[in-house]
């Protein structure tokens, strides 16, 4: 195969370099990008010939597949000559895919299509192709410098998308027309014209009190500045065992918001949780323990290795087949050899009703199947009427408890939610008694004497 060489051109005829037009005035075969840039016009009055893959545009239905078919074009016309390819920038995703292929690839840079605006840029920034909007992964930390956005429609999906990061009144540096101008992010799809020349740099706001919405990069800064030499004195006390009850706190409001079906408040806890996680992880790093990008490679690891069905070889059709494959899974990562293992290690720490659920679950999974539901049911009937007459009270209920989680477990009820729930009703029946002891002048607890009928009754309804 001859030679491939691929070159930035710029938009503008004036913006050739040098060694651009010399490749372009050499013997090799010219293939244009696109024929909407200066550079064509530039060829003809050379009187040089060249091809355009405009055609290629009408072909395709996005962008990827358009960078795959012109890298390919490129290369079946590199197998008779040496071919010169012209784009007006080398980052050009079929630039890409002819460096992904060819070993021997020759690349000439020319001007950024980003131009002037790359004056006013401070620092890092994110280089955005407006097309590829919905995969933008942005940070208010730095700034970000869009190019091509060759529509107003396009235009208004990428200000949505920015506006998620940077705050609406965020003044932005756009290039349209060679023309460079200032306007408010809110207005980037109100300008005249776009076409494919049109880029925007958007400034980073590193002001957190300036910032409308924030990201996980964000909460970690907040809290560095909270725990730092300056910052909060009650968060700078605090330490891995002082938390543990917020964390328990925190969660247990966020099942009371699904319990309740509000998905406002459910968003609201899930951020005090995470707030949680990030204390901790601060904590570790300010100790030299680790720091949270340990807790999430540590997380990713984990979801990777232990779905062996979607990034391995293994397979599993339904969610029973995933939680046996997911056991395995566990028990290979920590070297457990018994089932037995794996039932010593479910914490103590858990709440004894989901230890107990936990437990049944572990022996199921390792083929010590429960009796079927009205078999349990019966079982820890007789077992709770045995209770009083037990020689261990104590172990005696244990054993009717443990058998309620197994049976539980068989119904597929979560125990703590129907406890709670249960207690819930108890509070409800025992406001209408004492509604009922108050409307007949009776007062609780001196009149509790007759609490037992009051209580009969609200019962029934």
């Keep these: 195969m001859a030679t491939i060489t691929v070159v930035g051109v710029g938009l503008e005829a004036k913006q050739l370099t040098l060694e651009a037009a010399e490749l372009l005035k050499s013997d090799a075969r010219v293939i244009l990008h696109t024929g909407r840039i200066g550079c064509a016009q530039w060829l003809e009055s050379q009187g040089i010939p060249y091809e355009t893959l405009d055609e290629l545009y009408e072909r395709c239905d996005d962008f990827d597949e358009h960078a795959k078919l012109a890298a390919e074009r490129v290369r079946e016309a590199a197998k008779s000559s040496d071919v010169v390819y012209a784009v007006y920038d080398v980052r050009d995703r079929s630039a890409l895919k002819l460096a992904e292929a060819e070993r021997g690839l020759r ?175 601060e904590l570790g790093r300010l100790h030299g323990e680790f720091e949270i990008n340990d807790a999430t490679t540590a997380i990713c690891r984990k979801m990777i290795d232990r779905h062996t069905h979607i990034f391995g070889g293994d397979r599993a059709d339904d969610p029973d087949a995933v939680l046996d494959l997911w056991s395995k899974n566990k028990m290979k990562e920590r070297g457990q050899r018994t089932h037995t293992e794996v039932l010593r290690e479910v914490s103590r720490s858990l709440p004894a009703l989901m230890r107990g659920c936990k437990l049944a679950e572990k022996a199921a999974r390792a083929g010590v199947r ?32 443990f058998l309620a989680c197994a049976l539980a477990r068989e119904l597929r009820v979560d125990p703590e939610i129907a406890l709670n729930e249960a207690g819930d009703g108890f509070v409800e029946r025992f406001a209408a008694l004492e509604e009922d002891c108050q409307r007949d002048g009776i007062s609780l607890p001196a009149g509790g004497e007759n609490a037992t009928k009051y209580w009969d009754r609200v019962k029934l309804r």
């Design 370 to 401: 429960s009796p079927d539901a009205r078999t349990l049911a019966r079982e820890a009937a007789e077992r709770l009427a045995a209770v009083p007459d037990a020689a261990d009270r104590e172990a005696a209920l244990g054993e009717a408890l």
């Design 107 to 281: 690349v000439v840079a020319g001007p950024p299509v980003e131009g002037a605006l790359l004056a006013y840029l401070d620092g890092a920034a994110r280089m955005l192709e407006a097309s590829d909007w919905e995969n933008f992964h942005l940070s208010p930390m730095e700034s970000a410098l869009v190019r091509e956005i060759d529509s107003r429609e396009l235009a208004s999906e990428v200000k949505l998308k920015l506006m998620d990061c940077y705050p609406d009144e965020t003044r932005c540096c756009v290039l349209s027309e060679g023309a460079l101008s200032r306007l408010p992010l809110y207005d980037l799809d109100r300008m005249k014209r776009y076409d494919h020349r049109t880029c925007a740099l958007i400034p980073a706001q590193r002001d957190l009190m300036k910032l409308e919405r924030f990201g996980f990069d964000e909460l970690v800064r907040i809290m560095r500045i909270l725990q730092g030499p300056n910052g909060c004195p009650w968060d700078r006390a605090q330490t891995h065992e002082s938390l543990r009850p917020f964390m328990l706190e925190e969660t247990y409001e966020a099942i009371d918001a699904i319990n309740a079906g509000d998905t406002d408040h459910l968003y609201d806890e899930l951020g005090d949780i995470l707030m949680q996680v990030v204390m901790h992880a």
